[in-house]
């Protein structure tokens, strides 16, 4: 293991390895050939992402949707998937039809600039369309 990760983990850290997040249980390490054995737990703790500059179809203020962050980078959102109101995903988001444009922000953006996502949502969060249209 390299000696500055050696050096600057702690038994709370997570590791994420091939989009799987993992709990260190222990790790046993030979100072002499610099050789680490790491024992991980599956972490189940369940975290976020974000789809961010969103708002009502034509009305109020932009604001954020959330999922959960196995399904990874925005773009992989799918009809099917969940969306909640609140980081913590206790709460699911509203039942209507949601919008997004004007983000600049490749981590939260589900389109290309110069369109405007579409995504419908159903009863208990469930996407029920999802779509990208041209605004010229």
Do not use: H, W
Not at 11 to 16: K, S, W
Not at 25 to 37: A, E, P, R, W, Y
Not at 47 to 76: H, P, T
Not at 114 to 130: A, E, K, P, Q, R
């Amino acid at each position: 293991m390299p000696l500055k990760i050696l050096l600057n983990y702690n038994l709370a850290d997570r590791f994420d390895i091939n989009g799987r997040r993992y709990k260190i249980n222990s790790i046993n390490t030979n100072l002499k050939t610099g050789k680490s054995q790491i024992e991980l737990l599956n972490d189940l703790t369940v975290y976020s992402n974000s789809i961010d500059n969103v708002q009502v179809q034509g009305q109020g203020a932009l604001g954020s949707l959330y999922y959960k962050s196995f399904i990874g980078d925005v773009r992989n959102l799918i009809v099917g998937d969940i969306m909640y109101d609140d980081k913590e995903l206790k709460t699911f988001a509203n039942a209507t039809n949601y919008t997004q444009a004007g983000s600049n922000n490749d981590v939260t953006r589900y389109c290309e600039s110069s369109f405007v996502m579409n995504m419908v949502i159903g009863s208990n969060g469930v996407i029920t369309s999802l779509s990208c249209t041209f605004v010229p």
